[in-house]
């Protein structure tokens, strides 16, 4: 009898342990984002595509990662969870976010939440637009050009010859083109629909984004560090503290665009990072300040 209850002790001891301690109970991962969203609006759907590596470097299959979402200063809250797409240990996920604002959001792909750059959502919901923004767009443009077309007809006709047709329509055709010309000049432009999600596009947004914060500690993104901490993560650094360090940057750039090209028995994989994301990085490293 004393050895069934020690034995169920024991069980309940090492469950308990798994769920406090990810890493007991298979290891930790790292999630590292396609790229970080822009042009993000409310009411519009964005794609959010990221790899999952164990220990940073193997891809994992089989995972449901779940996505938190939280408006700054709000209640407004969303969860999203991603599936596998495409290559093993890629996930692709659907966020439609209903509000302008600074959202915070995190990935738990393993056993903890990893923080992601806050994003900048802009615009109006789409299905919130008055009815008269809702007519403006490409049957207001023709509309307008008609309109405009109609009165200039009829200016024409009158003056030349005096029919009267002409006559009778003049009312109408100046109500009309006054009417157009008032619509040409309130239709949106395409550029103003896309609000670019501003100041993420830095390194030390990559830095987070990207993964590195999980393995590297640098002062600059202290704060996301202890963020995850505080959601389950050990905070732990696997890889060396890059505070205050500078290398050349003819170095950084060959090292970040194909690790093992340099070492080849780098723990470090190849993030398959674009060119401006590696010079972003690169001036990062050598130049990050903290916050």
Excluded at 18 to 36: Q, R, S
Excluded at 96 to 125: H, K, R, Y
């Amino acid at each position: 009898m004393r050895r069934n209850w020690i034995g169920g002790l024991t069980v309940a001891f090492v469950l308990a342990l798994g769920l406090v301690f990810p890493a007991l109970a298979g290891g930790w991962a790292v999630v590292t984002l396609d790229e970080l969203p822009t042009n993000v609006l409310a009411g519009r759907a964005t794609e959010v595509g990221f790899m999952v590596r164990q220990h940073g470097i193997t891809p994992l299959a089989g995972l449901d990662p779940e996505i938190s979402l939280r408006e700054s200063g709000t209640s407004n809250r969303l969860v999203v969870f991603a599936e596998p797409q495409g290559k093993v240990g890629h996930y692709v996920a659907t966020i439609t976010l209903p509000a302008p604002g600074t959202w915070e959001w995190s990935i738990d792909a393993f056993g903890f939440a990893q923080v992601m750059p806050a994003l900048t959502v802009g615009g109006a919901s789409p299905t919130s637009t008055s009815a008269v923004d809702a007519g403006r767009g490409p049957w207001a443009i023709a509309f307008g050009l008609a309109a405009t077309a109609l009165l200039a007809g009829v200016g024409i006709a009158l003056v030349r010859k005096r029919v009267r047709w002409a006559t009778a329509l003049a009312p109408i055709a100046v109500i009309l083109g006054v009417v157009g010309f008032l619509t040409l000049r309130d239709a949106p432009s395409a550029t103003g629909q896309e609000l670019a999600n501003v100041g993420v596009s830095d390194g030390q947004a990559l830095f987070i984004a990207k993964g590195c914060v999980v393995c590297h500690a640098h002062s600059a993104v202290s704060q996301a560090r202890a963020q995850m901490e505080s959601q389950g993560w050990g905070g732990f650094s696997a890889a060396p503290d890059l505070t205050g360090r500078t290398f050349s940057r003819s170095f950084l750039i060959s090292w970040l665009k194909n690790p093992r090209a340099t070492k080849p028995d780098t723990e470090m994989p190849n993030l398959e990072l674009s060119e401006t994301e590696i010079l972003a990085l690169a001036d990062f490293i050598n130049g990050g300040k903290a916050d």
